[in-house]
């Protein structure tokens, strides 16, 4: 990194020192906090550990499946970062874990690591394990591994297969009671596990009284699902906020909840509420802008419902705010690192760097850490054969 005014950094003038923090021409600086000094407190996994069902990778697993459907099931179309390799939508045009361009990344196909779990695989490129925080017959719920907040998890059901949300609409009835469900297990998980605890509940949730029921969990968390997703089954991202700094910064700029991509569950609820006005005889090549369109027709309007959600997740975090600029070493201001102790620029640091070791000390996922100080994780308890998913109709 350079020092002239176009890359950030210290320059003599008029005999004083003058920092520049590359302050884009609109005259509006991006900033949040990073080098995170320690860990936040965090809520630990299920204890209990499952052996994977089927002891082999992905690929053996695949070979298997006679099935052309449930082979289908096994992949999903991506691009990925060539940064983080975080596996992103093939629509975006940033990854929205590092925010790294993917302008120039082609697609492809890999894995569906969410069926590898719903089939209890023991790996693909890396294990297969998960760091759940609950598992029952027909759901699976678990940290997210790229986790936006604190108390991040997916919900997944096991024993139906929906690609994404737009073949919820085959059945509207019978995907609003299972959308209920997905959001009611997330829920139950926060509010026993995550609010039940209160060294956390005193940091994250900024000491506010523990709330009465899984209905006022839906008020602070900001939760919905994407189309097209990254991983191809149907699964619920149940954002509790706060956000942490780089992705509250993310979020503000643009880099998560894309309009048309990210849809809030409070959409997607009020569209299966209109029953048989929703259904839809779904395909795969059903366009996303068809489906708003009917819906708009109906008075479930999108640019409504997003809007209030961002303004929602704004709020949320200004209400908890539990950031303080004594737990953390640097800014990160318009890209260059500002060293908040020392009152100067840091020309070779790299903010991804930062990024990606603030992101182990504060996300929930993998806790306990093990003894050389990686996440761990365990297998899906009731994991499926190939013939135990059926299709959603």
Same mark, same amino acid.
């Given at each position: 990194?350079?020092?002239?005014?176009?890359?950030?950094?210290?320059?003599?003038?008029?005999?004083?020192?003058?920092?520049?923090?590359?302050?884009?021409?609109?005259?509006?600086?991006?900033?949040?906090?990073?080098?995170?000094?320690?860990?936040?407190?965090?809520?630990?996994?299920?204890?209990?550990?499952?052996?994977?069902?089927?002891?082999?990778?992905?690929?053996? $697993?695949?070979?298997?499946? +006679?099935?052309?459907?449930?082979?289908?099931?096994? @992949?999903?179309?991506? +691009?990925?970062?060539?940064?983080?390799? +975080?596996?992103?939508?093939?629509?975006?045009?940033?990854?929205?874990?590092?925010?790294?361009?993917?302008?120039?990344?082609?697609?492809?196909?890999?894995?569906?690591?969410?069926? *590898? &779990?719903?089939?209890?695989?023991?790996?693909?490129?890396?294990?297969?394990?998960?760091?759940?925080?609950?598992?029952?017959?027909?759901?699976?719920?678990?940290?997210?591994?790229?986790?936006?907040?604190?108390?991040?998890?997916?919900?997944?059901?096991?024993?139906?297969?929906?690609?994404?949300?737009?073949?919820? @609409?085959?059945?509207?009835?019978?995907?609003?009671? @299972?959308?209920?469900?997905?959001?009611?297990?997330?829920?139950? /998980?926060?509010?026993?596990?995550?609010?039940? !605890?209160?060294? $956390?509940?005193?940091?994250?949730? !900024?000491?506010?009284?523990?709330?009465?029921?899984?209905?006022?969990?839906?008020?602070?968390?900001?939760?919905?699902?994407?189309?097209?997703?990254?991983?191809?089954?149907?699964?619920?991202?149940?954002?509790?906020?706060?956000?942490?700094?780089?992705?509250?910064?993310?979020?503000?700029?643009?880099?998560?909840?894309?309009?048309?991509?990210? &849809?809030?569950?409070?959409?997607?609820?009020?569209?299966?509420?209109?029953?048989?006005?929703?259904?839809?005889?779904?395909?795969?090549?059903?366009?996303?802008?068809?489906?708003?369109?009917?819906?708009?027709?109906?008075?479930?309007?999108? %640019?409504? /419902?997003?809007?209030? $959600?961002?303004? +929602?997740?704004?709020?949320?975090?200004?209400?908890?705010?539990?950031?303080?600029?004594?737990?953390?070493?640097?800014?990160?201001? !318009?890209?260059?690192?500002?060293?908040?102790?020392?009152?100067?620029?840091? @020309? %070779?640091?790299?903010?991804?760097?930062?990024?990606?070791?603030?992101?182990?000390?504060?996300?929930?996922?993998?806790?306990?850490?093990?003894?050389? *100080?990686?996440?761990?994780?365990?297998?899906?308890?009731?994991?499926?054969?190939?013939?135990?998913?059926?299709?959603?109709?």
């Amino acid at each position: 990194m350079g020092n002239g005014p176009d890359d950030g950094g210290v320059r003599e003038e008029g005999g004083g020192v003058h920092i520049e923090f590359r302050t884009p021409g609109s005259g509006r600086t991006t900033a949040y906090l990073a080098r995170a000094k320690g860990d936040v407190p965090v809520v630990p996994r299920l204890a209990e550990d499952t052996e994977p069902r089927f002891d082999g990778t992905i690929d053996q $697993f695949r070979e298997g499946v +006679k099935d052309e459907k449930a082979r289908a099931r096994l @992949l999903n179309k991506v +691009k990925v970062c060539a940064q983080c390799k +975080k596996p992103c939508a093939f629509t975006l045009q940033c990854c929205n874990a590092c925010g790294s361009s993917l302008a120039d990344v082609p697609v492809s196909f890999n894995d569906n690591i969410f069926m *590898g &779990f719903v089939h209890g695989i023991k790996m693909g490129k890396f294990p297969f394990k998960i760091s759940k925080t609950h598992q029952d017959a027909s759901f699976l719920c678990f940290d997210d591994p790229l986790s936006m907040s604190c108390c991040h998890l997916n919900v997944v059901p096991t024993d139906v297969y929906i690609a994404d949300w737009r073949f919820l @609409l085959l059945n509207p009835a019978k995907g609003l009671k @299972l959308v209920t469900d997905m959001f009611e297990t997330g829920a139950k /998980v926060a509010l026993d596990q995550f609010w039940g !605890n209160d060294e $956390f509940r005193s940091k994250i949730f !900024n000491g506010e009284q523990k709330p009465l029921s899984t209905k006022e969990i839906m008020d602070v968390t900001c939760c919905g699902m994407n189309f097209p997703p990254s991983m191809y089954q149907l699964h619920l991202q149940f954002i509790h906020m706060p956000l942490t700094p780089f992705h509250y910064n993310q979020a503000r700029q643009g880099g998560h909840w894309h309009y048309a991509r990210f &849809f809030p569950l409070e959409y997607v609820m009020k569209a299966l509420e209109l029953g048989s006005k929703a259904e839809m005889n779904v395909t795969e090549s059903t366009s996303i802008e068809d489906i708003m369109q009917k819906l708009q027709e109906h008075g479930v309007v999108y %640019d409504s /419902v997003h809007r209030e $959600f961002l303004n +929602k997740c704004w709020r949320l975090q200004e209400r908890f705010a539990p950031w303080a600029e004594k737990d953390f070493g640097c800014q990160i201001i !318009n890209g260059s690192v500002f060293n908040m102790a020392e009152n100067r620029m840091e @020309l %070779d640091s790299d903010p991804q760097s930062i990024q990606a070791e603030d992101a182990k000390k504060l996300q929930n996922y993998g806790r306990p850490y093990d003894d050389a *100080g990686k996440p761990t994780g365990t297998y899906y308890k009731y994991a499926k054969e190939p013939g135990d998913v059926a299709d959603f109709r």
